[in-house]
């Protein structure tokens, strides 16, 4: 009988018990079977065969028997990196992966001088036919806080160093906005614009401005740095801004899309600098509708650049004599409205607590902060949600584009999540297929448990039964924004989508170098380098949340039980975003049993239980920061 075939990327999957898994193009995961003489790593893309493993129906009653995949052949190799042991025996040296239960050694070229053992970085290439390396990078003190970050970089194939072209190119742009240049653009340097950002922001895409017209409406103006003028198709800046596809933020570190001249300087929009702009107006009445809008290429001077605490602390003084509060007075309430007008529509309102991590003089974490949204947040957030709304309907107009898109969920993700929910004594009111999904209807789930002791759990599953937001040539909505059209517009300096979103909307767009085809290759591939950035940023604020808790062993901390498991119960730690194991064996009670429903576990001997929800106080027992892993007892 003829083998089914599959193609996909190997990862590994998380928690204590990694393996190494094949993900296909629908998401679905298969354990990869025993296999010799071919070298494959997380990332590559491979073609494998599946088959039933002898175990699977011994362990598998019901339901259709569990699939391995044989790998046959390793298609793009989307692993580069490697971190591992240096080996070395005669004339002959090797690496041993750090998972080298997952992965094969890998040869490399002997190191005078280098001891073994020593913790190295391997760079693989691109070949999928070759399984040798180089060593890139080594590290004599691979404790210390800078190195474990920069370990991170490597082992995530995060970007790294600009090559010399490029920082050559970046030198050549010119100090200053050319003459000839603000000549023909609409000179804005007299209105008041107002820069937003967070107090450590590294760069600054955006700006806004108000102008109040009569009976309570205005002209809302969002101001983006011109990044196009600067980076131009076929450039090395542009090649290089396209492998790499977002600026990765890390706890110590910026790892910029563009190079700093331009990410920090030339595009940042900072107060009395003239910077190019293209700015999108939108004509409100005093509901926040939006009657008429357009797109200019200008010239901006910001008047101020704030931080979100001062511009908050200015919003909620009345009295305030700044020379722009009554601007940001005026932005706020227009901004309220939007805001108001959105969850009317259905948007869904996930407002997590943010995790920063600072860092004291000798980079080790001195302090976690959580940070919740406030005011000034939303304040800019409507004002750029209402400008890619509006310049994703201009792509649809034209027929060509690339959107942000947030499908609706599976409905097999919906009747799980319905199955939570019923253990809650909630029911999710829903259509009977996924594109008759409403977001109102999971938006009423969450104001349901608003306040109450289940809400971050409640939340947390919600966001796990939702689709990713992914780039699209291809304009299917946006489910989570309860909006028809969107695109990213506001981000250009950081994220290459906006880029081309402000190429495809100058005059021309784009001079058709940008076919549909071309467009779906480019959103899918600065889909996957989001999802790799991602991922890295959040590998690094965990590592670094369980290097601040390895100092504080004994502790005690309150938590709230996030989810049971038969093997233990885990709670997310208040004030610090991150969740550990209260392993059974620690509860008292001897061995527990979780209900059906998956929301609590009861002792068998005792009769303890323990509720999703729950609060507790625990104190920290374990850590293995380089492993992620957190163990709790109860206080």
Excluded at 369 to 379: A, E, I, K, N, T
Aim: one cysteine or more; charged letters at 30%; glycine letters at 10%.
């Amino acid at each position: 009988m003829k083998r089914q075939t599959v193609t996909g990327v190997l990862r590994v999957t998380r928690g204590r018990f990694r393996r190494l898994v094949l993900e296909d193009a629908e998401g679905r995961t298969y354990p990869i079977a025993p296999r010799e003489g071919l070298p494959a790593f997380p990332g590559d893309r491979v073609k494998a065969e599946l088959s039933t493993p002898s175990w699977a129906h011994r362990h598998r009653r019901r339901g259709p028997p569990m699939m391995e995949a044989n790998l046959v052949s390793v298609l793009e190799r989307g692993c580069t990196t490697l971190l591992g042991h240096y080996r070395e025996s005669r004339q002959r040296a090797w690496v041993v992966p750090k998972d080298k239960d997952l992965l094969p050694p890998i040869e490399v070229e002997l190191k005078a001088g280098l001891a073994e053992g020593t913790l190295v970085a391997v760079d693989l290439g691109r070949n999928p036919g070759l399984v040798t390396g180089t060593i890139a990078a080594t590290w004599g003190h691979p404790d210390a806080p800078a190195s474990v970050i920069e370990q991170l970089v490597y082992e995530r194939d995060l970007p790294r160093a600009f090559p010399a072209p490029v920082l050559a190119e970046a030198a050549r742009l010119p100090d200053r906005v050319p003459k000839e240049e603000a000549a023909r653009r609409e000179d804005l340097r007299g209105l008041e614009v107002i820069v937003i950002d967070p107090a450590d922001a590294r760069d600054h895409d955006d700006a806004v401005s108000w102008e109040p017209a009569g009976r309570g409406g205005g002209r809302l103006g969002v101001h983006i740095a011109d990044v196009s003028w600067y980076v131009r198709p076929g450039s090395a800046l542009d090649a290089e801004a396209r492998a790499r596809g977002v600026s990765v933020y890390l706890t110590d570190r910026v790892l910029p899309m563009l190079p700093p001249r331009l990410s920090a300087d030339l595009c940042s929009l900072m107060a009395g600098q003239d910077r190019l702009a293209l700015s999108v107006f939108l004509d409100l009445d005093h509901d926040g509708r939006v009657l008429h809008g357009d797109l200019r290429e200008t010239v901006v001077r910001p008047a101020v650049s704030l931080s979100y605490e001062e511009a908050w602390t200015m919003m909620q003084d009345a009295r305030s004599r700044h020379p722009q509060a009554k601007g940001l007075h005026a932005l706020h309430a227009i901004t309220t409205k939007l805001r108001e007008r959105r969850f009317t529509d259905g948007s869904l309102d996930f407002n997590f607590p943010e995790t920063k991590v600072i860092l004291g003089r000798d980079g080790e974490p001195a302090e976690i902060r959580q940070r919740l949204g406030d005011p000034s947040h939303w304040l800019v957030e409507e004002c750029m949600i209402a400008a890619n709304k509006w310049t994703g309907e201009q792509l649809a107009r034209a027929g060509r584009g690339i959107w942000r898109v947030h499908e609706p969920p599976s409905m097999e993700d919906v009747a799980e999540l319905e199955e939570f929910l019923k253990g809650l004594g909630v029911k999710l009111r829903r259509g009977a297929s996924s594109r008759d999904l409403n977001p109102k209807d999971f938006q009423a789930v969450l104001e349901r448990f608003k306040g109450q002791r289940e809400e971050y759990v409640v939340h947390r599953k919600v966001l796990q039964a939702l689709r990713l937001a992914v780039y699209s040539a291809e304009n299917l909505g946006h489910f989570g924004l309860a909006l028809k059209t969107y695109t990213h517009f506001t981000s250009p300096i950081r994220r290459y989508a906006d880029l081309l979103v402000h190429r495809m909307l100058r005059p021309g767009g784009g001079d058709g170098r940008y076919t549909v085809r071309a467009l779906g290759e480019l959103a899918s591939q600065t889909s996957a380098l989001e999802r790799r950035a991602q991922e890295g940023e959040w590998a690094c604020t965990k590592l670094m949340v369980m290097r601040y808790l390895a100092k504080r062993l004994g502790e005690t901390f309150e938590g709230t039980v996030s989810r049971v498991e038969r093997y233990g119960a885990f709670v997310e730690l208040d004030g610090i975003g991150q969740g550990g194991l209260l392993p059974w064996e620690e509860l008292g009670g001897g061995q527990y049993h979780v209900a059906t429903d998956g929301l609590s576990m009861r002792s068998r001997r005792s009769g303890r239980i323990f509720r999703v929800g729950q609060r507790v106080k625990v104190i920290v027992a374990r850590v293995d920061a380089a492993r992620g892993f957190l163990d709790l007892v109860l206080a």
